[in-house]
């Protein structure tokens, strides 16, 4: 009666958990790792609700086989979230989840009712334990790897792992019926390590997204490719680079300019997703209001803006970063009466000879960390690349 309790706890948890998810995901703009992580928790859904239907209905064997490939499935697509999160690619580690979870539920319904609870187990156990640890990885690397709210990410992922990396090896060395196994690595142990780690996963990630929802979301209002607009990441790289060999060929300098927001997913938790959105919004307006009139601006990874124009000197850059600071600062300060983000403004000037396109946006990036998290000056310039 324990277990069925301790089972019926688990199920709840995990309806609740995704419906919540779920639902917040379509009442709100979200990017790709929040939709990639809904499906993940969707795919827990699924499981819990073959698993119900393979309880309750013992004859309904095939009910094992839906619940392993869902379960590999959840798994996977939390993992392939936290690489689109830090821009990863997609395509090959897509087909190999796709792969493993119809694997999963193949091994099942290949043994067929004979199987009994644990048919096709070790199909579903090994990329459980390979997806997890990948999936702890990621949330170390990139993007992620800056994120506060990600360390709890890393200890779910990392002690799920483990758990059925512990749970292959007593599988295969003293088998399902053993006492280790039972005890360690038994229904009971896996249905409470499922409500941590969902809580965990739910929480982790709706942090992590809230501060990602607004940066990422307005993109598509700001007229991609405009001239007028703030461009996409590869069109701002492009144009950049061909404004240094042009700048170089008529004697000028490029100064390239970052902007960066930090703690906005605190905000966003804190006040509401509103007023983090409006904060972005005000933004990207204030850093176009203090642009130059040629001047260019583009998106960035880690939800920054770049602008490029030039300058006829270092000091040149710098005031136009100070106005372009107070204007951020002044656009911040009316739309939220005081709750402000952490702003940082990077500048990197290019010699006429020696500027490089990859070089200034690294060393502007850079200055940018550094000015978010100082204290002296919220505008750096940086020093010239070697």
Same mark, same amino acid.
């Given at each position: 009666?324990?277990?069925?309790?301790?089972?019926?706890?688990t199920a709840l948890v995990v309806v609740v958990s995704a419906v919540l998810f779920i639902v917040e995901t379509f009442l709100r703009r979200d990017d790709a790792a929040g939709r990639l992580w809904a499906l993940g928790f969707l795919s827990g859904l699924v499981t819990t609700l073959f698993y119900l239907v393979w309880a309750t209905q013992p004859a309904s064997w095939w009910g094992v086989a839906g619940g392993n490939g869902a379960f590999v499935a959840s798994t996977g697509l939390m993992w392939l979230g936290c690489r689109r999160y830090n821009e990863g690619s997609m395509r090959g580690p897509a087909a190999v989840v796709a792969v493993a979870a119809a694997a999963a539920a193949a091994a099942a319904l290949l043994e067929g009712p004979e199987g009994g609870d644990w048919a096709g187990a070790l199909w579903m156990f090994v990329p459980l334990w390979v997806f997890a640890g990948l999936a702890a990885l990621a949330t170390r690397r990139g993007a992620l790897r800056? =994120?506060?709210t990600a360390a709890a990410l890393t200890c779910a992922f990392a002690v799920q792992s483990t758990f059925y990396a512990g749970r292959v090896v007593a599988f295969v060395a003293a088998g399902p019926e053993?006492?280790?196994f039972e005890t360690w690595f038994g229904t009971a142990a896996a249905s409470v390590l499922t409500i941590v780690l969902t809580i965990t996963m739910v929480v982790g990630t709706s942090v992590l997204r809230?501060?990602?929802?607004?940066?990422?979301g307005r993109a598509a209002h700001d007229g991609e490719g405009s001239p007028f607009g703030i461009r996409s990441?590869?069109?701002f790289d492009a144009a950049l680079a061909q404004a240094v060999l042009d700048a170089r060929r008529h004697g000028e300098q490029i100064a390239v300019f970052v902007v960066r927001l930090e703690e906005l997913d605190y905000i966003a938790t804190a006040f509401g997703i509103?007023? =983090?959105d409006e904060l972005v919004a005000q933004g990207r307006d204030a850093v176009r209001r203090s642009t130059t009139a040629l001047a260019v601006v583009g998106e960035q990874d880690d939800d920054l803006l770049a602008v490029m124009t030039t300058v006829r000197s270092s000091g040149e850059a710098r005031r136009l970063g100070m106005a372009m600071y107070r204007?951020?600062?002044?656009?911040?300060?009316?739309a939220s009466g005081g709750v402000l983000p952490s702003l940082g403004v990077g500048i990197a000037v290019g010699s006429v000879r020696g500027q490089d396109a990859d070089a200034l946006l690294a060393d502007a990036r850079a200055a940018a960390l550094r000015a978010a998290s100082s204290v002296a000056s919220a505008v750096l310039v940086a020093e010239p690349s070697a």
């Amino acid at each position: 009666m324990e277990q069925d309790s301790l089972a019926t706890v688990t199920a709840l948890v995990v309806v609740v958990s995704a419906v919540l998810f779920i639902v917040e995901t379509f009442l709100r703009r979200d990017d790709a790792a929040g939709r990639l992580w809904a499906l993940g928790f969707l795919s827990g859904l699924v499981t819990t609700l073959f698993y119900l239907v393979w309880a309750t209905q013992p004859a309904s064997w095939w009910g094992v086989a839906g619940g392993n490939g869902a379960f590999v499935a959840s798994t996977g697509l939390m993992w392939l979230g936290c690489r689109r999160y830090n821009e990863g690619s997609m395509r090959g580690p897509a087909a190999v989840v796709a792969v493993a979870a119809a694997a999963a539920a193949a091994a099942a319904l290949l043994e067929g009712p004979e199987g009994g609870d644990w048919a096709g187990a070790l199909w579903m156990f090994v990329p459980l334990w390979v997806f997890a640890g990948l999936a702890a990885l990621a949330t170390r690397r990139g993007a992620l790897r800056h =994120a506060p709210t990600a360390a709890a990410l890393t200890c779910a992922f990392a002690v799920q792992s483990t758990f059925y990396a512990g749970r292959v090896v007593a599988f295969v060395a003293a088998g399902p019926e053993s006492a280790l196994f039972e005890t360690w690595f038994g229904t009971a142990a896996a249905s409470v390590l499922t409500i941590v780690l969902t809580i965990t996963m739910v929480v982790g990630t709706s942090v992590l997204r809230a501060g990602r929802t607004g940066l990422r979301g307005r993109a598509a209002h700001d007229g991609e490719g405009s001239p007028f607009g703030i461009r996409s990441r590869a069109e701002f790289d492009a144009a950049l680079a061909q404004a240094v060999l042009d700048a170089r060929r008529h004697g000028e300098q490029i100064a390239v300019f970052v902007v960066r927001l930090e703690e906005l997913d605190y905000i966003a938790t804190a006040f509401g997703i509103e007023l =983090a959105d409006e904060l972005v919004a005000q933004g990207r307006d204030a850093v176009r209001r203090s642009t130059t009139a040629l001047a260019v601006v583009g998106e960035q990874d880690d939800d920054l803006l770049a602008v490029m124009t030039t300058v006829r000197s270092s000091g040149e850059a710098r005031r136009l970063g100070m106005a372009m600071y107070r204007e951020l600062f002044d656009a911040f300060n009316a739309a939220s009466g005081g709750v402000l983000p952490s702003l940082g403004v990077g500048i990197a000037v290019g010699s006429v000879r020696g500027q490089d396109a990859d070089a200034l946006l690294a060393d502007a990036r850079a200055a940018a960390l550094r000015a978010a998290s100082s204290v002296a000056s919220a505008v750096l310039v940086a020093e010239p690349s070697a």
